[in-house]
């Protein structure tokens, strides 16, 4: 069983940067990708970031390539998105996913980005 536990979302204006945290729990986090998606109003679940179990492989959309960066710390079974530059198309709620022999979605957190 895992449960992935997302924070770090607020509200801040635009040019600001935030860093959201994917807390995990359980002995199979480090063994697997895990992504961030996130969810605007009225709109589908797209896909944001992702990145390998070890870190060396990192997956971006184009609208957020260059302003986002995903990393991990295994230690700590943690997995964190840096979102610098945010833009009001940013807002959206943000969940950490992975696939381990089933979906495993977080809670999410709420990122509100004012022009």
């Known amino acids: 069983q895992v449960q992935l536990v997302e924070s770090g979302g607020g509200l801040v204006q635009a040019g600001a940067s935030l860093r959201l945290s994917c807390a995990g729990s359980g002995r199979t986090f480090s063994r697997y990708a895990i992504g961030w998606f996130r969810q605007a109003p009225g709109k589908e679940r797209e896909f944001v970031a992702s990145?390998?179990?070890?870190?060396?492989?990192?997956y971006y959309a184009n609208s957020v390539k260059g302003r986002f960066t995903i990393s991990r710390d295994n230690a700590k079974n943690t997995v964190f998105l840096q979102m610098n530059n945010l833009k009001p198309e940013d807002t959206a709620v943000y969940y950490c996913y992975t696939a381990q022999g089933r979906s495993y979605w977080g809670q999410g957190t709420q990122v509100t980005v004012s022009s």
């Open positions: 990145i390998s179990w070890n870190g060396g492989y990192t």
